[in-house]
């Protein structure tokens, strides 16, 4: 299982390592080595919010995510989006952009330091909309109820989410952008560029999530009258309807995911530059450590992780909300990736304890047990 489930992951590892060796030497072996262990650890908790989502797709959807997702995440997150990114900001060409990446590295590297606070400010609001939508949902199962039961009654009030999200891009685009640091350490005013990067993430978040909720809202609709719509469709010799509307619902989930992944990439990949600044093993590294994180997503979907250790979401969630709020923050000021990478793995591993004593409860008091009785039980873990 796991062999099946890693295999490519390791191939991949492979056939990296070997061209950073013939690429740049022992030394670019060591870089790639590190920031593939970078990756891995800073988008832990993508892989089991990953996971929940990847979870309602079917087997064929899954390969799609492993193979044409990891295109997208490798060579368009890792290689062409940083590209882009100078393109824009620097109003150049995009084969100037790429000749300038390969041939002018430090000048490369500016001017993606440069596009840094438009670059968080668009993955931090979409993140913290993720973050917000999950915690004020009512919940059968909470993990911190302190906090998210008196949430998940504020939830009932319509946009509140997005209200909350734009008081936050306000606040950091009137304080955090106002005197944010270019490269070498001079002042420029970023409050537009901020405010607008921030409301487009927005408008993403809305636009593919809402597109996917939709269709996922159908599908489960389907779903239910699984039995009557075999026999209407039988009938009507139309059987292909539930099918499209699955891979209808299957693709704008992917698409979802796909944004969620480059939200999550946005750190790793301006971390990066703190190892090295040549693109080429900026991309092995990262794409290496891209696969492991989609071969871990397909891993605890498979093995049922998230069943058993319920509050490993919730865990992940606020990982997500504690990354958005590190993306604002270093639209003025630096944060260690260490501290990105910790903060995630902290989270992840306290929910996880949680769900070992919620399961250790359960057992103790019955397997038995009503779902109303779990329900308690696993509040008071």
């Known amino acids: 299982m796991l062999l099946k489930t890693f295999g490519w992951s390791f191939v991949i590892t492979a056939i990296g390592l070997v061209a950073a060796v013939f690429y740049g030497g022992w030394q670019g072996f060591g870089i790639v080595a590190i920031l593939s262990v970078l990756e891995i ?36 997150m890792r290689l062409v989006f940083p590209v882009v990114i ?14 300038l990446a390969l041939n002018n590295k430090d ?8 596009a840094h606070p438009a670059i968080a400010a668009f993955g931090g609001m979409f ?33 509140l989410s997005v209200c909350i999200a734009m008081i936050v891009l306000l606040i950091t685009s009137f304080t955090f952008a106002t005197h944010a640091h270019q490269h070498g350490g001079a002042h420029v ?10 409301i487009a993430g927005l408008i993403t ?14 599908l489960e609709a389907e779903e239910e009258a699984e039995h009557e719509a075999e026999e209407e469709a039988a009938r009507s010799g ?12 299957a693709f704008f989930m992917f698409l979802y995911l796909e944004v969620l992944d480059a939200s999550f990439s946005f750190d790793g990949v301006i971390g990066a530059f703190a190892i090295t600044n040549d693109i080429v093993l900026m991309a092995l590294g990262l794409g290496i450590g891209a696969m492991y994180v989609r071969s871990l997503t397909v891993y605890l979907v498979r093995q049922g992780t998230l069943d058993d250790y319920v509050y490993l979401e919730h865990g992940a969630h606020y990982a997500i909300g504690a990354l958005a709020v590190i993306l604002m923050v270093t639209i003025r000021y630096e944060i260690n990736e260490v501290i990105t990478g ?4 902290v989270l992840i591993a306290a929910s996880f304890w949680s769900s070992v004593r919620r399961n250790r409860a359960l057992a103790a008091a019955g397997g038995d047990a009503g779902s109303s009785e779990k329900t308690e039980i696993s509040s008071k873990v």
């Open 107 to 114: 000048r490369y590297q500016e001017l993606v330091t440069d």
């Open 342 to 345: 910790l903060i995630g793995v």
């Open 189 to 198: 005013d970023k409050a537009q560029t901020v405010l607008i990067a921030g």
């Open 86 to 99: 100078v393109a824009v900001t620097a109003k150049m060409g995009p084969i100037e952009a790429v000749n």
């Open 238 to 249: 139309k059987p292909r309807s539930a099918v499209q509307l699955a891979g209808r619902a």
């Open 205 to 218: 978040y809305m636009v593919v999530g809402g597109l996917s909720g939709y269709f996922e809202d159908k």
């Open 41 to 76: 650890s800073l988008s832990f908790d993508n892989a089991v919010v990953n996971a929940g989502i990847l979870k309602k797709m079917n087997a064929f959807w899954q390969k799609i995510f492993l193979t044409v997702g990891v295109l997208i995440a490798v060579f368009g």
């Open 127 to 159: 993140l913290l909309m993720i973050f917000l939508d999950f915690i004020f949902e009512d919940r059968d199962i909470q993990w911190l109820r302190w906090i998210e039961r008196p949430l998940a009654k504020l939830g009932k009030v319509d946009m």
